[in-house]
């Protein structure tokens, strides 16, 4: 009967949201908290049993919830955009060591077993679980201390997107695979779909969705309508990866990725609608349902397999990222290393995945999930201990580019008007790459604006540029090799919109042109924002000095 399924329902948002009340008081997450409201109203009272009915309904908030990770955290662009840089490197490196640690316990390959019981991609997939860290949790962290603004907060950002979104890779592909033995081509079957992910998700989010999406919104007057295009194409998107062979959650995360690409002011029209639903019910209810399955039943595990859980995993992801700052000379390790501990939302959700797949068994599922709730409750005290105790050179090696997400999290509601440079002079078409390339480039930017009597003609970059002859460079003029039709930003937009245009082109400047008339007023590049932060860290320090000397 209807009332059989709405009765566990309302029981369950009810305490769920009363419960992320109570314990926020005491600073615990909020999943704790609708975790909790399961293990309460299911095993601990059995007032609630996981029906089928029930779980049908609760599996649609994994969905919702793997839709809002791709929008929040997956940063497809900005992922591609770092690929150049030593922050790259550093993830990949600890994404690989950590996969490897947790392989150990998770599979046989190594001669340990564990009674898991799980065929090489199963074993993958739980290893890229463990090893899987949160961008969510970490810059929730660094921002309630007031360091996400800061240099270091950059560093912590960047590295931990990179590997978050590695993992999320890995994990995707695999949890929905079963049965194929070890063997190149399943390998290489797997790193196709890699990178058709990829490939595909940024062409969603750079050229298609967006562009769709404000079309509609211009030519149809219908109530709500994004918000229907938002919940009928998530579940599209759903049935397609099922249709494909893959989980339905990868397909949830490719269209939130596809569409972190909409700019800020459109994402503040569509958005806050799919937030109510998913924040204010489905959410809750997945959590809750995840506490319905948790039981004590870990505890009969042999010590030697829970121990092997919870420290190998644990010592290979602190080990990779501790490895992967120190080779690639990064500051700071520690505080960088740390920051890819964090871990949030999606491992749980991976984990119920997995067990109504019929891939774990509950005592383990019940023994991660514990351990996983040991993560969110710990990690922020060790990020902040970390960062605090975090001494950066006097010039850092930041990123070489600032991704989207970050602005999105980081900067708010800045704008290309706080931070473009009207001042900087720039070559015109006639100049030789000779003396361009002598007199014209600086260290960290690969792109350069060419202007023509106060109107920009175009963009021209140094690795283009280097492939011209050196002897041909002082008869070949700009104006020969420029890209015509250059980028534009406004002063009005946010710092984020430019940033996504940029990072999709890719480029790394943009110009800057009054809104009404189109008149060039100057150009805004990467390192510009990499500026702002520091130069808003420089002021908050001698803020905080003069406030000292004064006391």
């Known amino acids: 009967m209807l009332i059989d399924v ?27 908290a609708f975790t909790l409201t399961g ?8 007032i609630i049993e996981p029906t089928h009915d029930l779980e049908l309904f609760l599996e649609l908030g994994i969905f919702v919830l793997f839709f809002i990770v791709g929008l929040d955290e997956i940063d497809v662009p900005g992922f591609v955009a770092t690929m150049r840089g030593r922050y790259f490197a550093a993830a990949i490196i600890s994404v690989v060591i950590s996969l490897l640690a947790a392989l150990v316990v ?25 090893s899987l860290s949160s961008l969510g949790l970490a810059a929730k962290v660094l921002s309630d201390s007031g360091t996400l603004k800061q240099p270091i907060g950059l560093k912590i950002f960047t590295i931990v997107i990179i590997a978050e979104i590695a993992s999320l890779l890995v994990v995707g592909f695999t949890i929905g695979e079963h ?55 998530l579940f599209l998107m759903v049935v397609g990866a099922e249709q494909m062979g893959l989980h339905g959650t990868i397909g ?25 639903a998913s924040e204010g019910l489905f959410v809750p209810l997945f959590f809750a349902s995840a ?73 383990v599922f019940s023994l991660l999930v514990l351990i996983m709730f040991g993560y969110i409750v710990f990690m922020p005290a060790v990020i902040n201990f970390a960062v605090r105790r975090t001494v950066l050179s006097e010039h850092p090696a930041l990123p070489d580019s600032v991704t989207p997400s970050f602005a999105l999290y980081a900067l708010g509601e800045v704008q290309v008007r706080s931070v473009f440079d009207k001042t900087r002079e720039y070559p015109g078409p006639d100049t030789s790459v000779a003396e361009f390339m002598e007199s014209w480039t600086v260290p960290h930017q690969h792109d350069y604006l060419v202007v023509d009597g106060g109107e920009v003609a175009g963009v021209v970059t140094t690795t283009g540029l280097r492939s011209i002859r050196r002897r041909s460079r002082a008869a070949s003029a700009l104006g020969d090799v420029l890209r015509p ?61 003069m406030g000292s000397a004064e006391d």
């Open 106 to 130: 998770t599979s046989d390959v190594f001669g340990i077993d564990l009674g898991l019981d799980l065929g090489f991609e199963e074993a993958l997939a739980l290893a890229g679980i463990l």
């Open 6 to 32: 709405l009765l566990p329902i309302g029981l369950l948002i009810v305490v769920a949201k009363l419960m992320e009340g109570a314990l926020g008081r005491f600073g615990l997450s909020s999943i704790i």
């Open 39 to 46: 293990v309460i109203l299911g095993p601990a009272t059995g």
């Open 179 to 233: 049965g194929h033995p070890l063997s190149v081509v399943n390998v290489l079957i797997l790193l196709g779909k890699i990178v058709a992910f990829v490939v595909l998700a940024w062409l969603l989010s750079a050229k298609v969705l967006p562009v769709v999406i404000v079309f509609l919104q211009r030519i149809l007057n219908v109530p709500e309508l994004s918000f229907g295009l938002l919940i009928g194409g």
């Open 252 to 276: 949830a995360l490719l269209f939130g990725a596809a569409l972190s690409g909409l700019s800020q002011s459109v994402r503040k029209d569509i958005m806050p609608g799919m937030r109510s």
């Open 485 to 545: 039709n250059p980028l534009t930003a406004f002063p009005d937009e946010p710092i984020h919109d430019a940033l996504e245009k940029m990072t999709n082109a890719p480029q790394t400047v943009i110009a800057v042109v009054d809104r009404e008339s189109g008149r060039f007023l100057g150009s805004l590049t990467s390192h510009d924002v990499i500026d702002l932060v520091v130069l808003m860290n420089e002021i908050r320090t001698e803020l905080k000095q």
């Open 291 to 363: 506490g319905l399955h948790f039981d004590l039943s870990f505890t009969a595990l042999p010590a030697a397999t829970i121990a092997a859980l919870v420290l190998v995993p644990l010592a290979g992801k602190f080990a990779g990222a501790f490895v992967g700052t120190y080779v690639t000379r990064i500051d700071a390790p520690f505080a960088l290393a740390t920051g890819l501990m964090s871990k949030g939302v999606a491992e749980i959700a991976f984990l119920l995945v997995m067990l109504e797949t019929g891939t774990l068994q509950k005592d």
